[in-house]
Nanobody
Framework: VQLQASGGGLVQAGGSLRLSCAAS????????MGWLRQAPGKEREFVAG????????DYAESVKGRFTISKDNAKNTVYLQMHNLKPEDTAIYYC?????????????????WGKGTQVTVSS
C-alpha cells in the first residue's frame, strides 16, 4: 500500500490543522492505520492509531483530548484532526499502516510508510 500525507503547514499555538493520508494500491479497511511524528533531534514517536474496523483508537498521552484520528474507507483515506496545537507538536508527521513495530516497548513504526508532512507550530 502506498501512502501520501498532506495538510501540514505553519500554525500559531492554539490553532488547528487536519492532516490527510491518501492510500493507494490496497484498501485501508484491511489495516490498522496510524500517525507517527519525528521532531528534529528526537526519536520517532507514535501519535495515534485506528483499528482496521475503525472501532478502536489509541493516542499518545501528549495528544489525548486534542487530536482525533479517523478513517473513511470509501475514500481510502485516514485523517488526523489536531486542535489546540502546541509548539512541541512541531514535527514531520507520517501516515503509516500495518502492524506496529516497537523499540523499547514503544510504538516507533509500522509496516508501511509514506512521505511525511511538516507541521510547524509557532509560539
Amino acid at each position: 500500500v502506498q501512502l501520501q500525507a498532506s495538510g501540514g503547514g505553519l500554525v500559531q499555538a492554539g490553532g488547528s490543522l487536519r492532516l490527510s493520508c491518501a492510500a493507494s494500491g490496497r484498501t485501508i479497511s484491511s489495516y490498522t492505520m496510524g500517525w507517527l511524528r519525528q521532531a528534529p533531534g528526537k526519536e520517532r514517536e507514535f501519535v495515534a492509531g485506528i483499528s482496521w474496523s475503525g472501532t478502536f483508537t489509541d493516542y499518545a498521552e501528549s495528544v489525548k483530548g486534542r487530536f482525533t484520528i479517523s478513517k473513511d474507507n470509501a475514500k481510502n483515506t485516514v485523517y488526523l484532526q489536531m486542535h489546540n496545537l502546541k509548539p512541541e507538536d512541531t514535527a514531520i508527521y507520517y501516515c503509516a499502516g500495518g502492524s506496529y513495530h516497537y523499540t523499547g516497548g514503544r510504538k516507533t513504526g509500522m509496516d508501511y510508510w509514506g512521505k511525511g508532512t511538516q507541521v510547524t507550530v509557532s509560539s
